[in-house]
């Protein structure tokens, strides 16, 4: 909590043209594999620099985003993307015949005790950033539960020395996760351990808590982030921080929060208390009682969304310090996953007055924060009913207007978060950007 950011030191790694093909060639011939992936991924990785830059600085940098496109050797990630069926089922044979190897908790305990080489080793060092994107900082909270190296994973790919990240772990995580994300935040100032974790448990209060916990945290830092997402470890981005940071220019202190009504706000969930029952092993379980819960305070109407969303300062503001916002979360306690009804409900009613809240119809109005699949085609595989994507998936991923997508696991499928790794990375290096009159036209922004 104490660590924050700010940064003035100018650095760059430049690998010559040359060098990098030289890495690309001597490893392919060795035979892809995934630390085949990793080596080459970091060693084309720049460290950002401020200042001005020369003309043959500039140019050598044009020919090093042209170039250093190739992050993933085993298979050719722009076909994928693409849609190229015969690629794709190349990719699936390939990850058929070969296992992921992932990195354990022991491992990043070595790997950190030297902080400067991790970042260079993993990647996790800062692109060049636009103006804008410095004087536009985001905070981030990162939940995750034992699955150290896929919240790296994420971290990565939207690291940047202006932002500020909250990392959660459960409180009944495995003492060496716990070991393995302390380790791996020492290295930096922006990116911190929540001061106060919850034991999260599925459905729970608790996984409420666990977000309010970290915008506490972040509202605490002398950072002056202009909006805060909220992200499981299991998302990754769509869009590059320029995209995000223009984005969230043009919704100008808009909270960008999903908001249901009508039959499909499950209502059972809320008009019922529901109470948890400790288990010998394991965590508590939540089970719906015959009490019929207590109406909302302040004449509050429920609303239905999503655990995640994009929400603004003072919105944060809002949740922490608003009287009313406090009262309703103490309603909460006894709401089943009450995380998607207090987001929801707190931006959708308009008498509570919550800064960038929505004044109209909540269906009315698209929401962006994240794509996931419901029931729909999956090219991956369905858990809990949401779809875990695939490769398969990627060419209509990359053409969504949401700005991040739930949701990857590290080992299913690993190519898909790989190939997606290396379509951002590529975009980043060279600051494409997304049309954006299609936000500029969006219901629910400020003008």
């Given at each position: 909590m104490s660590?924050?950011?700010?940064?003035?030191?100018?650095?760059?790694?430049?690998?010559?043209?040359s060098s990098f093909f030289w890495i690309v060639n001597h490893y392919s011939s060795s035979g892809s594999d995934w630390r085949t992936f990793s080596f080459v991924q970091n060693a084309s990785f720049r460290l950002s620099f401020t200042g001005t830059q020369t003309p043959n600085e500039t140019h050598r940098e044009k020919v090093l985003t042209r170039k250093l496109r190739r992050l993933v050797t085993a298979v050719d990630c722009r076909r994928i993307i693409e849609g190229h069926k015969?690629?794709?089922?190349?990719?699936?044979?390939?990850?058929?015949?070969?296992?992921?190897?992932?990195?354990s908790n022991a491992e990043y305990l070595n790997l950190t005790s030297d902080c400067k080489a991790y970042k260079r080793e993993r990647?996790?060092?800062d692109f060049i950033v636009t103006e804008d994107e410095e004087q536009f900082p985001i905070a981030y909270s990162i939940l995750m539960y034992q699955e150290v190296e896929q919240m790296e994973r994420l971290l990565k790919a939207i690291y940047r020395l202006q932002n500020i990240y909250c990392i959660h772990v459960d409180l009944s995580s495995p003492k060496e996760v716990h070991n393995a994300v302390n380790a791996i935040t020492g290295c930096f100032d922006n990116v911190f351990v929540v001061s106060k974790k919850e034991t999260v448990i599925y459905a729970g209060f608790t996984r409420l808590q666990a977000d309010i916990n970290c915008m506490a945290d972040l509202l605490q830092t002398n950072v002056e982030w202009k909006y805060f997402i909220n992200l499981p470890s299991q998302q990754y981005p769509i869009k590059t921080n320029q995209e995000i940071v223009k984005i969230?220019?043009?919704?100008n202190g808009a909270n960008d929060i999903e908001g249901i009504t009508g039959n499909r706000m499950l209502p059972y969930r809320f008009k019922y208390v529901h109470k948890y029952v400790?288990?010998?092993?394991?965590?508590?379980?939540?089970?719906?009682?015959n009490i019929t819960k207590s109406d909302p305070p302040h004449n509050i109407s429920i609303v239905k969304g999503s655990a995640y969303g994009i929400f603004s300062r003072n919105f944060v503001r809002f949740i922490i310090y608003d009287?009313?916002?406090?009262?309703?979360?103490?309603?909460?306690?006894?709401?089943?996953?009450?995380?998607?009804?207090?987001?929801?409900?707190?931006?959708?009613?308009?008498?509570l007055n919550a800064p960038g809240g929505f004044t109209g119809p909540p269906e009315e109005k698209r929401w962006l924060a994240v794509f996931a699949k419901w029931g729909e085609p999956c090219q991956g595989k369905y858990v809990r009913g949401v779809c875990v994507f695939g490769v398969g998936d990627l060419h209509e991923l990359v053409a969504r207007e949401e700005l991040f997508v739930n949701k990857f696991h590290l080992t299913y499928q690993?190519?898909?978060?790989?190939?997606?790794?290396?379509?951002?990375?590529n975009r980043t290096f060279n600051s494409e950007i997304v049309d954006l009159d299609f936000y500029r036209k969006l219901p629910f922004i400020l003008k």
């Open positions: 660590k924050i950011v700010r940064r003035k030191t100018a650095v760059v790694i430049i690998f010559s043209v015969e690629e794709i089922a190349m990719a699936t044979t390939w990850m058929t015949n070969h296992s992921k190897n992932t990195i990647g996790l060092i969230l220019q043009i919704y400790p288990q010998d092993k394991g965590k508590a379980t939540i089970y719906k009682t009287e009313k916002a406090r009262d309703f979360l103490e309603w909460c306690k006894e709401v089943y996953s009450p995380d998607e009804y207090y987001w929801a409900t707190l931006n959708h009613n308009p008498h690993p190519l898909a978060l790989d190939c997606l790794e290396e379509w951002l990375y």
